[in-house]
């Protein structure tokens, strides 16, 4: 190794190997496959094996501080949901202070830089060409030869969800174990909130399926636009609810009577933090129900879960107790949304 450029300040790893092969004047894939040859695949998950590439580094380069370098591929091997490994986002303005990459650039739902209110680019705004790692080495293109720092940058309003990223990692300095807990904890809760506003969403534009697989198709500035309409819902009570509303009332129109065609997706993340704000909106709205819906119904064992009462208590005491207000029907119990304010205010007086 000629040249052993020491690791800067907020650097991940991956950025940490661009800036050594910028230096001594490696492709990407030669030191890929010398590294494959001699210690381990470069993008292993396997946490043993990206020691042994730690071990290497900090051996060759003779800088002990890069076994304190995020390492985003062992990241990915418990987080790859959350990482976005297909591409790497940067945002043009900050390489123009410091060529390091910080790791939670990789996080997917990191789409605007907080500091400079831009998008984040994987591609060259001038050709049109994917970012690839050689040109992370060149920071130039390899179409067009257009220098990374000087893409043109798009302005706009930073989102939710990358203000929250941003907030949570730019402003310090982390390690692999609190960067880690960061993944478990905030991150989780952000993911959670846009998997419910990502549901309502596309209800609201009546396509049925997920298609969340699609992503690393899809530009960031069309992903951007989509999160930052997810934003927009989540941080009003008052469009949250119309957004609810809408989707409850096309379905509605659409002949969906029952309101679990609603809550089934959305209910895998009734408990989880960054959601709470939702569900209380719809326990609000399942409470006082828009006008217009008189026959829209709802299942009792759903009531159950919404309103956190043990399972099948609100099932027994409607079947005992007001057997009147449940719709006739084979299943499960269901009965009319605009009689859940009575039954859940009868359940809870029997039960003080
Ligand atoms: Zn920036
Ligand atoms: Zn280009």
Redesign the pocket.
């Known amino acids: 190794m000629l040249t052993r450029p020491h690791p800067i300040h907020n650097e991940s790893l991956q950025s940490y190997i661009y800036r050594l092969c910028r230096r001594n004047g490696w492709h990407y894939d030669a030191f890929k496959s010398h590294m494959s040859k001699l210690v381990a695949p470069l993008h292993s998950t396997k946490k043993n094996q990206r020691q042994s590439i730690v071990n290497y580094l900090q051996d060759k380069t003779k800088h002990e501080n890069v076994a304190h370098l995020i390492d985003v591929w062992q990241l990915a091997g418990n987080y790859r949901s959350s990482l976005d490994m297909a591409r790497v986002k940067v945002c043009t303005s900050c390489l123009k202070n410091s060529e390091a990459i910080p790791a939670y650039w990789y996080l997917k739902s990191y789409l605007v830089c907080g500091t400079h209110k831009q998008l984040m680019i994987d ?7 994917q970012i690839s790692h050689d040109s992370y080495i060149a920071m ?7 220098q990374l720092q000087d ?1 043109e940058s798009t302005k706009l309003q930073v989102d939710r969800f990358s203000g929250r990223v941003h907030n949570i990692f730019a402003l310090i300095n982390k390690d692999m174990a609190s960067f880690e807990s960061n993944l478990k904890g905030d991150i989780k809760a952000i993911e959670s909130e846009l998997s419910v506003l990502h549901s309502i969403v596309e209800l609201l534009s009546k396509k049925s399926k997920h298609k969340r697989d699609n992503r690393r198709f899809s530009s960031i500035i069309d992903l951007y636009q989509k999160q930052l309409k997810c934003s927009q819902i989540s941080e009003n009570e008052n469009v949250l609810r119309a957004a609810l509303w809408s989707v409850i009332k096309e379905l509605y129109e659409g002949g969906h009577y029952d309101i679990g065609y609603i809550i089934t997706p959305i209910m895998p993340y009734l408990n989880d933090p960054g959601s709470q704000h939702i569900f209380d909106v719809l326990r609000d709205l399942v409470i006082n129900p828009p006008e217009g819906t008189s026959e829209l119904r709802v299942g009792v064992k759903w009531l159950e879960k919404l309103f956190g009462l043990e399972k099948g208590v609100l099932v027994f005491f409607a079947k005992t107790q007001l057997s009147d207000y449940l719709i006739k029907s084979q299943g499960s119990p269901n009965l009319l949304v605009s009689h859940v304010d009575y039954l859940i205010n009868r359940f809870r007086l029997i039960k003080i």
């Open positions: 591609t060259c705004t001038n050709c049109d060409t130039a293109c390899k179409t067009c030869g257009l893409n």
